[in-house]
C-alpha cells in the first residue's frame, strides 16, 4: 500500500497508524490521523487499540544517508 491509500485508509478509519515514537516526537510532528502510544506503554495500554481493525506501527526508525 503506497502513502496516499495508506492515508485515505487512516482517515476513513479502516486502519489504524499508530506512532510508537515518544510523546514529545509526536507531539513535534507526527502522520495525519495517527494516534499516539509510545512503545513502552503499549503493554498496559493494549486494550487501547480496535481488536477489529488491521494496525500500522512506525517509529522514527534507522536513517542511513548512503541508503536514499
Known amino acids: ?4 491509500e495508506l492515508l485515505k485508509k487512516a482517515k476513513e478509519g479502516k486502519i489504524i497508524l499508530l506512532d510508537v515514537r515518544p510523546n514529545d516526537e509526536y507531539d513535534s510532528g507526527h502522520i ?3 494516534v499516539s502510544i509510545p512503545i513502552l506503554e ?3 495500554r493494549i486494550d ?3 481488536k477489529d481493525k488491521k494496525i ?3 517509529c522514527r526508525g534507522y536513517f542511513e544517508k548512503e541508503r536514499i
Do not use: D, G, H, Q
Open 42 to 44: 503499549i503493554p498496559r
Open 32 to 34: 495525519p490521523y495517527a
Open 48 to 50: 487501547e487499540l480496535p
Open 1 to 4: 500500500m503506497n502513502r496516499k
Open 56 to 58: 500500522v506501527a512506525y
